[in-house]
């Protein structure tokens, strides 16, 4: 079992920045394939971005403008926004799929975090 706890959600204007962080605990992340959704309302969850053991792969909306990075050593797993939108407002999950080449589809991840708001405000 891996348990995930998301944070670093917030308001922020339109332009800003945030870093969310996924802490895991219960195993290391060494084997597993890291990623990030998101869910805003009305609307269904999305990938949003991941790392893998080998690479790292975003969804076209998010390219450029969100990182994503990890530290095994620290069981943690960051994603980095910048020049939010409006459009970017959502509840965002962290995820760990045994698929190690990574996904961007829900049903590959195994194991969920409980999510962290981000608002962006126009």
């Known amino acids: 079992q891996v348990q995930l706890v998301e944070s670093g959600g917030g308001l922020v204007q339109a332009g800003g920045s945030l870093r969310l962080l996924c802490a895991a605990s219960?195993?290391?992340?060494?084997?597993?394939?890291m990623g990030w959704f998101r869910q805003a309302p009305g609307k269904e969850r999305e990938f949003v971005a991941g790392v893998s053991l080998v690479r790292t792969y975003y969804a076209d909306s998010v390219k450029g403008r969100f990182t994503i990075s990890r530290d095994n050593a620290k069981s943690t797993v960051y994603l980095q926004l910048n020049s939010l939108r409006p459009e970017d407002t959502a509840i965002y999950y962290c995820?760990?799929?045994?698929?190690?080449?990574?996904?961007?589809?829900?049903?590959?991840?195994?194991?969920w975090g409980q999510g962290t708001q981000v608002t962006v405000s126009s």
């Open positions: 219960g195993r290391t992340l060494t084997n597993y394939a």
């Open positions: 995820a760990a799929s045994h698929y190690g080449l990574g996904s961007q589809r829900n049903f590959d991840y195994a194991y």
